[in-house]
């Protein structure tokens, strides 16, 4: 099966955003990626739960919610009612991740667990058994357009791996830097879906690149 793509719409073209949306979805993307930044995680302040309920009724893609946001518990509950069906909680984001992945279950919503490139895939192992998801961050978070960083690919390989040996089934998703040249390697290390903003919203022609991303992992 063919990665799964999840185009983030901090690339979009924010005045035009349910056209952008409605755009990946015909292209065949399975999820929109939501990227949630407080201005505290990380440097920039970007949107927040009212964009997922304004995008609820506009879509019937999975609304993959990435909260890049100091102690998410505060949030989880507002992002869950307002229609998120995955709700990512940084692994560094709080010093409970185990309380903050079990609130997002409580809520009946998918729970991901995300960690940032400094953090080793070993620390989360105690709360795999609890996720749908889990996204490794292949840039530093905070912006998009940065470079893919190439030692993500072991860290994906290292939790594949994990997952084999402790028979779990959750998704393992990739985020920052994934185009036509990266999200091939991303996909053999193990990777199921694949986050991409500037890739396929930059420049022209989004249903093309997800073409071409579905093609390379075929
Ligand atoms: C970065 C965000 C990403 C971002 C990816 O902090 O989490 O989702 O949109 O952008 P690209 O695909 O351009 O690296
Ligand atoms: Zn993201």
Redesign the pocket.
Known sequence: MSIKVAP?I??ADYVNLQRDVELVEKAGAEYV?I?VMDGMF?PSISYGAAWVKALKPVTNMVLDV?L?VVNPERYINEFADAGSDIIGVHYEATPHIHRALQMIKAKGVKAEVVINPGTAVELIKPVLHMVDQVLIMT?N??????KFLPESIDKIKQLAAIKAEMGLDFDIEI????NGDTVKAAYDAGATVA?????VYDKVDPAAKIAAMKDLTK
Request: proline share 4%.
């Open positions: 983030s901090l690339s990626h990227d990380v990435h890049m840039v978070p905070g912006f998009g357009g940065q985020d920052g830097g994934v986050v991409a903003g500037s890739y």
